[in-house]
């Protein structure tokens, strides 16, 4: 198991959903200023920093299943409510939040 604590883990993962949001604000921001066509070379550009730090937090919380590109990408950062269920966890939950994510990511 990872060495940090539950409650550095939720911290790690609350600081990566903020850095997401700011990268989605500048990144709307830049089609609000040259419209829609197609990704523009910045959007790519900070969409994959954030893919690298993405996978540098997975490491650190111990995400070996890719739930946190699953919590961004599927289940619109918790807004879709999407339930899902850890091999230990006998029912499927609710993953509305950053507390739920850390829980389903350390169930073994």
Do not use: P
């Not at 604590?5 to 600081?15: F, G, H, M, V």
């Not at 066509?37 to 650190?60: A, D, N, P």
């Not at 918790?78 to 389903?104: C, F, H, P, Q, Y």
């Amino acid at each position: 198991m990872n060495a940090l604590t539950k409650a550095e883990r939720i911290a790690l993962l609350e600081e990566w959903l903020a850095e997401y949001e700011r990268v989605a604000s500048v990144c709307e921001g830049i089609e609000d200023l040259f419209g829609k066509h197609g990704e523009s070379h910045v959007q790519t550009s900070f969409y994959r920093l954030f893919e690298k730090y993405t996978q540098s937090v997975s490491i650190q919380v111990g995400d070996d299943f890719k739930w946190l590109d699953w919590f961004i990408w599927d289940n619109d950062c918790g807004k879709n409510k999407m339930e899902a269920r850890a091999s230990s966890w006998k029912k499927a939950r609710k993953i509305r939040t950053v507390k739920d994510l850390e829980a389903i990511i350390s169930a073994k």
